[in-house]
């Protein structure tokens, strides 16, 4: 399988709002976990560690670690919500 990076939602607007409204009323930690989560059972579904790689790739390109660093600190694994997601019989 590649990475298909071409647009592929038959409606992306429904898909954004569903995403926003997926956020509302949560707290910033919450927001955090939800996305995490939904990134976990999204990588589940596609089950192919290349493609898995290549989209964290292109995610992460272009995205400078020591600017955010200053801006907005980084997750720490040690601390990090889903550290221990799975590993604890915890539930997505």
Known sequence: MQLNTEPNLPNPDAFYEALIEMHQDLSVADSQMVNAK?????????????????????????????????????????????????SEGRTL
């Open 38 to 86: 939904l990134i976990l059972l999204l990588g589940n579904q596609i089950g192919d560690m290349v493609v898995l790689r290549e989209a964290m790739a292109l995610a992460r390109k272009g995205i400078n670690a020591g600017i955010n660093a200053e801006i907005k600190p980084g997750i720490n694994p040690a601390t990090s919500p889903v550290a221990d997601t799975g």
